[in-house]
């Protein structure tokens, strides 16, 4: 494999890389309209956006363990800009929501060459078939605040490393604040800022960095002021440890004491979970199936793909380490290094529980790395014995090969969460009695019944009963 031509003009490659974008994010967003609101969080947070003000809606975003003030700004506005068509209005900014994330994810890459183009198609199967970005399409509450975290990450490395402007410094800065204050990775905007800065990239300044830091520490402060340094409690949810789940009641009997121990494996599970494919959700359900035998085709397709990909990105660390070492840095060496900075502070900031779409930022940037490392293996000089030809092409043929069943995965898992979520609206009258919820009041009546309505009408069958055989090799959790 000698290295792939340069040919052609320079304007043609990048129009190319975002065709193919615009293709990927649009098809994808076809199905991610068609999944309806979901009804455990989405009306329960509609509701409570729809009776409080706007101070009351705000203020309520500070409480029991978090500072979400900007979370909760937002569900606000999307929920009187819809003017009464929800489920409409919610789908339509989920489905620019994932075609600007696959443009801005494009651009990150900087497409230039035949070589960078080629990356393309393996770097966007990469990114959408992750578990880690699977969340971000399944659910929204009613707005996936997880994917708006991703983009703000990506927009955030764009500035960075595009020409100086103040207004770039202001933007960066402005979206630093608002994502701080939605959720708590809303800290990966600044880590990007920072890191990109770090390894020489001068959109936004020295000062640009500084205010950031300012920002957090004002926002650690607050968060001492308004809960008392609280974070978000053992006995909140169920969690995955090892090969199972632990209630609860389970968490607080085991690590009440020591909660450390438990913060520890969270943090360790959640960095094995980008860079092995493995735990999902704090459990080692690959790991499991292997002893017990009982593996599925969809699991090896997906270790093979992540494994592969984390072996790539290291190989290319390893080929830059003496670069590095002399703070000499290029844009692919950047997307490598702005990964490893955000690979650590998300695994940090996801201690108090394990979920994978916490970890979707580190997710967008492993998928860029890894493009940006296989886009250096076609680029390699022609020098290249035979045999090493042979084992590269090999690798890259599995990786790609691998990738491309991962986003093929992508419609089946989307078309199962169309199908469990309408069903989920059925049992709209005991979901009520379970959770206290009273629908007998006419406002909050209208708008269950509005989205129970939209939900039904979803004519979606199970992929599993018309899709049997592609059950066991498409989805990761079937």
């Known amino acids: 494999m000698g290295q792939v031509g340069r040919v052609g003009s320079p304007v043609l490659w990048p129009v190319l890389a975002y065709l193919c974008a615009a293709i990927v994010g649009l098809a994808l967003s076809a199905f991610v309209v068609r999944i309806p609101v ?6 329960a947070n509609l509701i409570q956006v729809q ?9 309520g975003g500070v409480a029991s363990g978090y500072m979400r003030p900007a979370l909760w700004l937002q569900f606000k506005v999307a929920f009187h800009a819809a003017a009464g068509h929800y489920t409409g209005a919610f789908r339509a900014i989920h489905a620019v929501q994932i075609v600007s994330c696959a443009l801005l994810f494009v651009g990150a890459l900087r497409v230039r060459s035949a070589a960078a183009l080629c990356t393309v198609p393996f770097g966007l199967a990469l990114l959408f078939g992750l578990q880690t970005f699977d969340g971000t399409i399944r659910e929204a509450y009613p707005l996936n605040t997880y994917l708006t975290v991703v983009l703000s ?3 955030a490395f764009t500035l960075a490393n595009g020409r100086f402007s103040r207004v770039r410094e202001a933007t960066a800065v402005a979206l630093f604040v608002l994502m701080l204050f939605t959720v708590e990775t809303g800290v990966l905007v600044g880590v990007v800022l920072a890191a990109s800065w770090a390894m020489g990239a001068r959109g936004i300044s020295r000062r640009t960095v500084v205010i950031c830091g300012a920002v957090l520490a004002g926002y650690v402060v607050s968060r001492a002021v308004f809960l008392g340094g609280a974070t978000p409690g053992l006995t909140e949810r169920t969690s995955g440890f090892g090969f199972g789940q632990l209630e609860p009641q389970q968490i607080q009997e085991r690590f ?21 494919g ?15 035998g009982t593996l599925r085709p969809a699991q090896i397709i997906y270790e093979i793909l992540v494994i592969g990909s984390t072996a790539s990105i290291a190989v290319f660390a390893r080929s830059r380490w003496s670069s590095w070492r002399r703070r000499e840095f290029t844009h692919a060496d950047r997307l490598v290094l702005v990964f490893a900075g955000v690979l650590a502070v998300n695994a940090v900031v996801s201690f108090p529980y394990t979920k994978d779409v916490i970890m979707s930022p580190a997710g ?13 293996w076609l680029s390699a000089p022609a020098s290249r014995s035979r045999a090493a030809t042979a084992a590269v092409s090999l690798m890259l043929a599995l990786l790609s090969t691998a990738a491309a069943v991962r986003l093929l995965a992508v419609h089946y898992q989307m078309r199962s969460a169309s199908f469990v979520t309408r069903n989920d609206w059925i049992g709209l009258g005991d979901w009520a009695d379970r959770n206290h919820v009273d629908l007998s009041r006419p406002a909050r009546a209208t ?17 599993r009963f018309t899709e049997r055989e592609a059950g066991r090799f498409l989805p990761y959790l079937f």
């Open 153 to 155: 990450c990506l927009a």
């Open 364 to 376: 967008v940037f492993f998928a860029l790395a890894a493009a940006v490392s296989v886009e250096r």
């Open 256 to 276: 009440g004491a020591f909660p450390y121990g438990f913060y520890l494996y969270n943090v360790a599970s959640q960095l094995l979970t980008v860079l092995a």
């Open 51 to 59: 009776e409080g003000s706007w101070f009351e809606v705000v203020k």
């Open 38 to 43: 979901q009804l455990s969080d989405g009306l």
């Open 447 to 463: 708008l269950a019944n509005q989205l129970q309505h939209d939900a039904l009408n979803q004519r979606v069958p199970a992929p």
């Open 278 to 292: 493995e735990p999902s959700g704090g459990v080692f359900a690959f790991t499991g199936r292997l002893l017990a």
